[in-house]
């Protein structure tokens, strides 16, 4: 079955800087026609999307976090990341990697001193 594992998240001061990995495995590989995405999920809130990335390399974010968040991918390792820079107390949640309908299972960020 086609997975896609989150790695990378812990905890990190206010203003740190964290880069998430999100592996594609069981069968599939990275293409450039695939939609890719990052959302999070606060606690106790629904899921929101942060970052996409469209076939051709156009790359979209959401106000809250434009200017310190980066997705990009790299094809022959299988492999999506998201670069968030100058993290803040409220990027605290679980973020989820989405490879055209396929779901990671989450990795959780916890920003706090």
């Known amino acids: 079955q086609v997975r896609l594992v989150e790695s990378g998240g812990g905890l990190v001061q206010p203003g740190g800087s964290l880069r998430l990995a999100c592996t594609l495995s069981g069968g599939a590989s990275m293409a450039s026609s695939f939609v890719m995405r990052w959302f999070r999920q606060k606690p106790g809130k629904d899921r929101e999307w942060v970052a996409q990335?469209?076939?051709?390399?156009?790359?979209y974010y959401p106000d809250a976090v434009k200017g310190r968040f980066a997705i990009s991918r790299d094809n022959a390792n299988n492999k999506i990341f998201l670069q968030m820079n100058s993290l803040k107390p409220e990027d605290t949640a679980v973020y989820y990697c989405?490879?055209?309908?396929?779901w990671g299972q989450g990795t959780q960020v916890t920003v706090s001193s």
């Open positions: 989405k490879v055209n309908h396929n």
């Open positions: 990335m469209l076939p051709g390399g156009a790359t």
